[in-house]
Every structure is written in C-alpha cells, then in structure tokens.
C-alpha cells in the first residue's frame, strides 16, 4: 500500500484530531487533547502539529491588545498567586503599590528580577 494509500484509510479515524478548530467547542477538544499529550508524552511532533492548529484558531479567534508592563505583572501575580509583599527583590510592598497604581515606572534592575522569577522575556515588562 502506497503512503497515500494509507493516509486515507487512516484519515476518517484521526481528522478530528487534525483539523482546524471552527468552533469553540472543537478547540477546547484539541486544548484538552494537547494537556493530555503534555502530561503523558512529554515533547513530540504531535503536539507540535496540534498546537499549530490550535494557534490557527486562536489567530482567527482571539485578538490579544497591547499591554502594558503592569498589566503583564498583575495578570503574572494573580497566576501564580503572589501578592505585592511577595515581591521584595523589586521593593518594599509600598514601591509595588507604586508600581501597580502606575505611580512609578520599572527600572531596569526590577524588570531583570520581574523576568527571572517569572521566566518571561524582559520585554514584556517594557511598555
């Protein structure tokens, strides 16, 4: 049997899988296949090519703006939990207030330590 030959046999039981999501629910199919895949394969080829089509969906389908460094820091520390006395390499809770209210800018040696703790790349603290 020749490859063509057997991707089309084999094409009704995985399109499903392979397919651009066209609707919310198929993309929350895909999202939770692509967890499974990252918590029992570790790192594949498939996930690479479900995550591409995931990523065609959220192109289409999720406009992210621009934000700014605090809002980046705010959504980090709701994620992970963190409350402005957590962050004492930046300040004391008084300059993360600071911060926060828009009251004081980043400086270098904070968006550095930002970046590190959150491993994100220092630009997105750069508004």
């Known amino acids: 049997m020749t490859n063509s030959a057997t991707l089309l046999k084999t094409w009704p039981k995985v399109k499903e899988f392979f397919t651009v999501p066209r609707n ?3 993309y929350n199919r895909l999202v939770s296949i692509l967890d499974n895949l990252i918590d029992e394969a570790g790192d594949s080829s498939l996930m690479e090519t479900i995550g591409l089509l995931i990523e065609a969906y959220e192109k289409d ?3 992210i ?3 700014s ?3 980046v820091l705010n ?3 709701t994620e992970h939990g ?3 006395s957590d962050l004492p390499d930046i300040g004391s809770q008084g300059v993360v207030s600071e911060i926060l209210n828009g009251k004081r800018d980043l400086n270098v040696r ?3 330590a930002l970046s590190e703790r959150f491993n994100v790349s ?3 603290f750069v508004s």
């Open 24 to 26: 919310e629910k198929e």
């Open 110 to 112: 904070q968006i550095k």
């Open 75 to 77: 959504y980090l520390m």
């Open 69 to 71: 460094g605090i809002d």
């Open 122 to 124: 220092p630009a997105v």
């Open 82 to 84: 963190i409350k402005q």
């Open 65 to 67: 703006g621009k934000s």
């Open 61 to 63: 389908n999720y406009k």
